[in-house]
């Protein structure tokens, strides 16, 4: 939303927004109607692409709560040959403290050529045993090389990123001791001093002896609120290889809460990165940084805490961006079935953010499924952010037809779910169009987009509990331009995560932030990847150090570089 | 053959018919229930006994709508919806006006993704009372959650009409209010709430939204100070619905049987717990956590003696439950079984060394 | 002539046909051998009543009533296997019984081993079927088991036979709970404790169908408390009282004769009491109870001599201490409210009941019980310096006890040691919120010290509990006075 709006604006919007729901019926089957007549966008290419993964939850009738909970990924360019590389987390079948190491470890795939991977998971070293829930990636040490920390129910692992092709397991030596129940994670800079930071969410202080019923009696996953909720942790780098834990004098740790999603970005515009933390069952969290190192949860007065009902719920994945076009970071949060998804839209002008779930479309359409791993880009490149979720449940329910799942997943698996931007900040079913993605019936948790073939246009991983991570290719027809940005440090050769990049696209402006942890312990690439129907040809940057810079677009169509202190300078 | 003899030949075949009819009829829907679609294994024994139950009382019954929105109600109390939803159906047919059947047949279809099938199920609420509150107030919910706000708030006026004291009504006909960009409005149907659930978290969380928008920082700032300094703040606000508690205290599932047992234990109500907690466990027999549970609540209620038993109980079947050795030390203690007490303390403090209340129950018993 | 005579020879004959077959029916069954009786892990008490049912037994080894009767003695002293075993030697005895087959099963269930016992009581039934006690053991043992189905057929088996029941109509409305029919059961419960207000099992049921159907409160939560050891009964053959006759043993009449003296029944208990000492004449629990008993039904001297020959025996004994402080007391208090005086023999029983405490503590320092006793008997000496020593001991002792901190509130508030007063009713109010008198004790401490709004918000607390109780009306009374005085200043 714009900076200087005025209440009228706001009116005008909410009555046309209005209209649109009434309307919503014809609109919507319009809409679809138009969409279908489109061939399936987004196309299954697992099987020729040697990635051949199943993620084990080892669940044999003991329900026990970390079996459902991982499954999430990495996607990457590990190699920096200019290609995405995947990381698959796996499960154990053995709850930690037992001693030995999973026969099936984590797995990396590199990516050879277009949709050709390998398994490199011996050689690089990147076969963590732990019970695997998720991965997030940064460059910790300044190398230039995209290094890879693995979050687990028990001790978590980093990976230090050798540069060549190899990975050394630096946790002992890095002075991390993260033990507990780790969800999703984020590298960060917290304290602009050029070095990545780490915030871990932490789930809850699971106890294999607390057994849970469903309603009708019979074994089940327990919720999190069979658990005391366990505190989130940040470490600090200190700049030489090593961490310090700072939970506590950075206020972070002053809340337990059952987190599982995290995501970074300046959301109250202040140039210091804050990050908003998905929690299950509890209040979520918007960790605003008073830029002295410390930390204040702002969720409730900004309105990103509960949901319109002033209901907790139970936060799962989690994704910020701008999906209403109006130049300021919304967020997105994925639930629980029987309540739905959340879009919180940002009001600007620091009067927080509104759950309009309902009057977007995302909402009731949601109510359905359970939805973990979240992305949001721009599927046909028409200049706005389309959303996509991977499902499935927590609580065993009625097969679907079609599931694809092993007993007991079967009762577990749920189609994911698209939608489509119409543009103003509406979105509606595109499953008739994408295809494979939204008619396979799968247990799905971790999702990334990223252009795995290099062709302009952003594809998807999906991975699933007891089933294949699975590998789509976005055929979806181009509706504009495309351009993939960059941003990084000549010297230091790496992403610079948090950075905001502005582009127009006609006479709106785009923004889009870098980072690599959103989703559903999920990483992501850290690139920014934009569509556009009538693009730019300039690039406004601000930097996680609060410089601003401006560009030049070049042609689009390609992908950019932008190097700090290269640009032309902003005040 | 006589004429005498065929009539009488023609009652007795019609008597046969209606025999055979009233037969048949018996098991029209009794033949179509299949426990089986919803009994499986793992389930507790108690529920399956109620739904059994209930599937027998219906086979004696058959023509009773009553039975089978017994059945229905008993299979959405344990979240079997789909099925609900079909003997909600039955028993509609039946009784096609049933309130209860159709305003939890609704709730059932929401629960299962089918918005709007739930709203049919409310419409045919409506088209008979118009005013029904709580039917009102789920149609409001239905058209707020999809962002129909006009119709959502008439909706909830409507709800609050008859219930002007329902602080959860109030609320959201302000939240309604503020999503249509109303915060003056929003505001004082707000404070309304506040009035009645003066420590609603949520609520305040809401006024201070509708206090920035209405452009009154200040005081917005007040409220988010409050919310940050005051620990009693909690949430607060529920829908007094009979029609659906009707259906929630069928559930005898040990989960059920737990939550209900702590709200009981919140309250000092610790027979009512027992109570539930010995429900809890004829579902799950073998969970130390329930028994132990039970010998609380025996504590509490002055009876360490059965209290003890339960203790072993726990112990019987999880012997590394600290929890248990420490609270049967404590009953032990209370019943002057002091060597006994002592045992469990030191056995706490063997599988949880350190143990702050078992090393003090050891100092003050002059054994550490 | 010839026609009589053939109807004679005729009636003749059916009779000796009606002999023979009578007779062949009839074996002569050799009488199984009674069960042996060596080192039975029973008690002097119980031993005496069993040896005497052996003995007749052994005189009349044929008569399954006898058998019987001795399979009753040993299963109501805790003898099941044995008991079985005659209980079954009484049905070999007599075929056409049900009650020795029916108990045979019956003790067998008690004994855990449900499935043989659920198929023998499924024999009885088939073969008396008119006998009640079988059909509603079986109808409950099914019900334990979760067998609805069977359970639901022996109830209405048995409903046809005893369709007044008020134990069978409280078993049907069990079944009904179980399988999810409350409302129905609440109808019968709510009638059957109409009916009969002393079958405490069918109160306890009728709570638990209040919380099935979603009605909770302070008054279900009472009906479930006083109905805690609440047991089902069963329809009895008249035979079946004579298990309770056979009931005894030390720790049976302990726990029987404690429950009676809490009844203040000590007529009943005392004799009880009386016979089992004589089992046990040694046994200083049982005599504790003898003197409470004595007491109990106004014998003093008698009490006091039991406890004196408790402690000639054991000396450090601290209950007899601790009783005999008790009985001192109370003898002290019924002196004073004969006579209307605190004069020179009240003070005798306060004196000798403080001496009994101080030689109970000189035994047991740490015993709060013992400090409580002195403490007590001390402030009835109006030594209230010397009772608050030994209350606030007893209070440091047991810290969880209001009741101590009522006593020792009083004491302080005599002293006119305010600050331990007030932190010590607090204390007794936050342990036992529910304690009425506790609120309006400290209502009126706030009176007197002028303390208008925490006097206030002690009545809204009492208030809350039953507002119409005089002592609530007497606060309210002294608040308002305290109101105008203040509003006069």
Redesign the interface.
């Known amino acids: 939303m714009s900076a200087n709006r005025s209440p009228l604006p706001r009116l005008l919007q909410l009555m046309v927004l209005s209209v649109l729901v009434l309307a919503s019926c014809q609109q919507d089957s319009q809409e679809t109607a138009q969409l279908r007549s489109e061939p399936p966008w987004l196309v299954d290419v697992t099987s020729s692409s040697g990635v051949d993964f199943i993620y084990h939850s080892y669940e044999s009738g003991s329900r026990l709560l970390p079996a459902h909970i991982g499954a999430g990924l990495a996607l990457f360019d590990a190699d920096r040959d200019g290609d995405l590389d995947l990381y698959l987390v796996q499960g154990n079948d053995r709850l930690p403290g037992i001693g030995k190491q999973s026969d099936l470890p984590n797995r990396f795939f590199r990516q050879e050529s277009p949709w050709q991977f390998v398994d490199a998971t011996a050689e690089s070293g990147l076969g963590d045993g732990g019970f695997g829930i998720g991965a997030t990636t940064g460059d910790f040490d300044n190398d230039g090389w995209t290094d890879i920390y693995v979050s687990n129910y028990g001790p978590d692992v980093l990976y230090r990123n050798r540069g060549d092709g190899t990975f050394e397991d630096v946790t002992e030596s890095a002075g991390i001791d993260v033990q507990g129940f780790s969800a999703s994670c984020a590298f960060a800079d917290i304290d602009r001093d050029g070095d990545l930071d780490l915030f871990i969410t932490q789930y809850v202080e699971f106890d294999a002896e607390t057994k849970c019923t469903s309603a009708a009696g019979r074994p089940e996953f327990c919720g999190p609120e069979a658990f005391p909720p366990s505190r989130n942790i940040l470490l600090r780098n200190d700049g030489d290889g090593t961490f310090t834990n700072i939970s506590t004098e950075s206020g972070i740790a002053s809340i337990a809460a059952a987190s599982l999603g995290i995501c970074c970005d300046d959301f109250n515009g202040d140039g210091w990165i804050d990050f908003y933390v998905a929690n299950d069952a509890h209040e979520n969290n918007l960790w605003i940084n008073q830029k002295d190192g410390t930390f204040v949860d702002d969720a409730a007065i900004l309105g990103v805490s509960l949901n319109l009902n002033g209901q907790k719920e139970a936060g799962m994945g989690v994704i910020a961006a701008d999906l209403d076009g109006n130049s300021s970071t919304d967020l997105f949060v994925t639930h629980l079935d029987m309540e739905s998804n959340t879009f919180y839209r940002n009001l600007g002008e620091q009067m927080g953010f509104m759950d309009d779930s309902g009057i977007s479309g995302l909402g009731p359409s949601s109510m359905n499924y359970t939805g973990f791993g979240v992305v949001a880009f721009d599927l046909e490149l028409d200049g706005d952010l389309d959303l996509f979720v991977a499902n499935g449940r927590v609580r065993s329910g009625p097969k679907r037809p079609g599931t694809k799942s092993p007993p007991p997943w079967d009762h577990y698996s749920e189609p994911n779910l698209c939608y489509i931007n119409s543009g103003s900040g509406r979105f509606v079913d595109g499953k008739e169009i994408v295809g494979d993605f939204s008619s396979v019936v799968e247990t799905s948790r971790g999702l990334a987009a990223g252009d795995i073939d290099g062709d302009g246009d952003l594809d998807l991983v999906v991975s699933n509990i007891e089933g294949p991570a699975r590998l789509y290719r976005n055929d979806a027809p181009r509706a504009g331009s495309w351009l993939r940005i960059r941003a990084t440090d000549r010297n230091q050769g790496r992403p610079l995560l948090g950075t905001r990049i502005s582009v127009t696209d006609g006479d709106r402006v785009i923004i889009r932030t870098i980072s690599a942890a959103s989703s559903y312990a999920t990483a992501t690439p850290a690139v920014v990847h934009i569509g556009a129907k009538d693009p730019g040809s300039k690039v406004m940057v601000r930097w996680p150090s609060g410089e601003r810079e401006e560009f030049n677009t070049g042609d689009w169509n390609r992908t950019i570089d932008l190097y700090r202190g290269e640009g032309k300078k902003v005040e | 053959m006589s004429r005498e003899f065929r009539s009488r030949s023609r009652v007795a075949t019609l008597l046969l018919l209606i025999v055979f009819a009233s037969l048949s009829a018996r098991n029209t829907f009794a033949q179509q229930i299949d426990a089986a679609r919803f009994i499986v294994e793992g389930m507790e024994t108690p529920v399956i006994r109620v739904i059994e139950g209930c599937i027998r009382r219906i086979d004696k019954e058959p023509q009773s709508y009553r039975r089978y929105y017994e059945l229905a109600a008993t299979l959405d109390a344990h979240e079997l919806l789909a099925e609900a939803t079909t003997y909600y159906q039955k028993a509609l047919t039946l009784k096609p006006d049933h309130l209860q059947s159709l305003y939890n047949c609704g709730l059932t279809y929401e629960f299962l993704g089918r918005p709007e099938d739930a709203k049919k199920s409310w419409d045919q609420i409506i088209s008979k009372d118009p005013q029904h509150p709580q039917t009102n107030f789920r149609i409001g919910e239905f058209y707020f959650r999809k962002g129909a706000l006009d119709e959502a708030l008439a909706c909830f006026q409507i709800f609050i009409a008859s219930q002007p004291d329902s602080a959860i009504g109030h609320s959201r006909i302000g939240r309604t209010l503020l999503q249509l960009d109303r915060p003056a409005e929003s505001l004082v149907e707000l404070e309304k709430v506040l009035q009645m659930s003066p420590l609603d978290r949520p609520t305040l969380v809401t006024i201070s939204q509708a206090l920035l928008r209405a452009g009154n920082r200040e005081k917005a700032q007040e409220i988010q100070q409050q919310l940050k300094d005051d620990d009693f703040l909690s949430d607060s606000l529920i829908l007094l619905d009979p029609l659906r508690t009707e259906v929630a205290i069928r559930a005898v599932n040990s989960t059920s049987c737990i939550a209900r047992a702590e709200n009981h234990e919140k309250k000092g109500e610790y027979a009512s717990a027992l109570m539930e907690y010995e429900l809890a466990a004829a579902g799950q027999p073998n969970n130390a956590r329930i028994a132990h549970r039970s010998g609380k609540v025996l504590v509490a209620l002055g009876n360490s003696a059965s209290a003890i038993e339960y203790f072993d109980r726990a112990i019987a079947l999880d012997s590394t439950f600290v929890d248990a050795y420490h609270n049967r030390g404590v009953a032990r203690q209370i019943a002057g079984i002091r060597a006994a007490a002592v045992a469990d303390f030191r056995k706490v403090l063997e599988l949880e060394p350190g143990h702050p209340f078992a090393t003090e129950q050891l100092q003050k018993l002059g054994e550490l | 002539m010839s026609r009589l005579l053939c109807t004679w020879t005729s009636a003749l004959f059916i009779l000796g046909v009606i002999l023979f077959v009578a007779g062949g029916c009839q074996k002569s069954v050799a009488p199984p051998p009674i069960v042996a009786l060596k080192n039975l892990p029973v008690d002097a008490l119980q031993l005496r009543v069993i040896l005497d049912e052996q003995r007749k037994t052994a005189a009349d080894i044929k008569n399954p009533e006898q058998r019987g009767s001795l399979a009753m003695a040993l299963e109501a002293n805790g003898l099941p296997a044995l008991a079985i075993e005659e209980y079954h030697a009484a049905s070999i005895l007599d075929t056409n019984e049900p009650i020795w087959p029916y108990r045979e099963a019956s003790t067998r269930l008690d004994s855990g081993e449900t499935d043989r016992a659920i198929e023998e009581l499924a024999a009885v039934t088939e073969k008396f079927p008119a006998f009640a006690p079988a059909w509603h053991r079986l109808a409950t043992a099914r019900i334990d088991i979760?067998d609805?189905?069977g359970a639901?057929d022996a109830i209405r088996r048995l409903m046809e036979l005893v369709p007044d029941s008020i134990r069978a109509r409280t078993t049907a409305a069990e079944i009904?709970v179980?399988?999810?029919?409350a409302p129905a059961a609440l109808k019968i419960l709510e009638k059957v404790t109409q009916e009969d207000r002393q079958y405490e099992w069918a109160y306890r049921l009728l709570?638990?169908v209040y919380?099935?159907?979603?009605q909770?409160?302070?008054v279900?939560?009472s009906l479930?408390?006083k109905t805690?050891g609440a047991e089902r009964k069963y329809e009895e053959d008249a035979r079946e009282n004579k298990l309770l006759t056979f009931q005894t043993g030390r720790v049976f009449e302990l726990k029987l004769c404690t429950s009676l003296l809490e009844q203040n029944r000590a007529d009943v208990a005392l004799p009880r009491l009386q016979k089992a000492l004589r089992g046990f004449p040694d046994d200083l629990q049982l005599r504790l109870l003898v003197a409470q008993a004595h007491q109990g039904v106004g014998n003093k001297t008698a009490a006091l001599k039991e406890i004196h020959r408790i402690l000639g025996t054991n000396p450090k004994f601290i209950s007899a201490y601790l009783l005999k402080t008790n009985f001192e007391i109370q003898n002290g208090d019924r002196l004073a409210a004969s006579v209307g005086a605190y004069n020179n023999d009240v003070r005798s029983h306060y004196r000798i009941a403080a001496a009994a405490a101080t030689e109970a503590i000189s035994h047991a320092p740490d015993n709060w019980r013992a400090q409580f006793a002195r403490g007590r008997a001390e402030a009835k000496l109006s030594n209230d310096a010397v009772a608050r020593i030994h209350l606030k001991k007893a209070r440091e002792l047991e810290p969880d006890s209001s009741e101590i901190c009522m006593h020792l509130f009083e004491v302080c508030r005599r002293l006119n040691d305010r600050a331990l007063a007030l932190a010590t009713i607090e204390t007794a109010m936050e342990l036992d919120p529910e304690n009425l008198t506790g609120w309006v004790k400290l209502g009126m401490f706030h009176v007197t010290g002028e303390n208008l709004a925490e006097a206030q918000k002690a009545l809204q607390r009492a208030a809350r509990i039953n507002p119409a109780h005089p002592a609530v009306q007497s606060l309210r009374g002294r608040i308002a006075n305290l109101q105008s005085k203040k509003k006069d200043n």
């Open positions: 979760g609805d189905v639901e009904l179980a399988t999810g029919d709570g638990h919380l099935r159907v979603g909770s409160g302070p279900v939560e479930l408390q805690m």
